[in-house]
């Protein structure tokens, strides 16, 4: 019996190699204090959009018609004659006058991943505020190193930026002639 504990003891005191999987994946982790960084196709990136604009346009028309047919008939003691005058017009104008600070968020996808690892990134946003619709679309060229840790950019680090911003409202509207002038006008006669 001291002889087969004697056995058990040498066998377990020989080397064995302990076999075990490393608990961190470098692929797979991430620090408990900050998101994992946008880098794929599909992954999503807010961009700070802070622009300074300054733009004005006005629109202005004018038309008018006029149309004068006059005659007149004599003949002894007969002499009448006749005016007709016809004519028409439009004045219409609108204008808009804009000193825009545009500071915004906006969410975009990377669409792709080019060989030096920068992304491609696009995306758009539309808000309509009573009657006014404005569409805010951003697409452009994305360094990684750019990026900060809560998976933010700035526009002005955004490389090719394309930033959109258009609105469509009643100043756009208004400049255009009412259906009256627009019937005068088609019959030629404003």
Not at 3 to 14: D, I, K, N, P, S
Not at 21 to 35: H, V
Not at 147 to 159: F, K
Request: overall charge positive.
């Amino acid at each position: 019996m001291k002889r087969a504990a004697f056995v058990l003891v040498t066998l377990a005191m020989l080397p064995f190699q302990a076999a075990a999987d490393d608990l961190y994946k470098r692929n797979n982790w991430s620090a408990m204090s900050a998101d994992r960084r946008a880098s794929a196709v599909g992954d999503l990136l807010t961009v700070v959009v802070y622009e300074n604009s300054e733009s004005s346009n006005t629109a202005k028309s004018d038309s008018s018609r006029s149309t004068k047919i006059g005659g007149s008939v004599s003949g002894g003691s007969l002499n009448e004659s006749g005016n007709l005058q016809i004519g028409g017009g439009y004045t219409g104008g609108g204008g808009v006058s804009r000193s825009d600070k545009l500071v915004a968020q906006i969410t975009v996808r990377i669409v792709g991943v080019l060989a030096n690892g920068d992304m491609l990134v696009s995306g758009q946003q539309t808000m309509k505020i009573n009657g006014e619709s404005t569409l805010i679309g951003i697409e452009g060229r994305v360094r990684a190193d750019d990026i900060t840790g809560d998976n933010r950019i700035l526009s002005s680090r955004v490389a090719d930026a394309k930033i959109i911003y258009d609105g469509k409202g009643f100043v756009a509207r208004s400049a255009k002639p009412g259906l009256i002038a627009r019937v005068f006008r088609f019959l030629g006669l404003g």
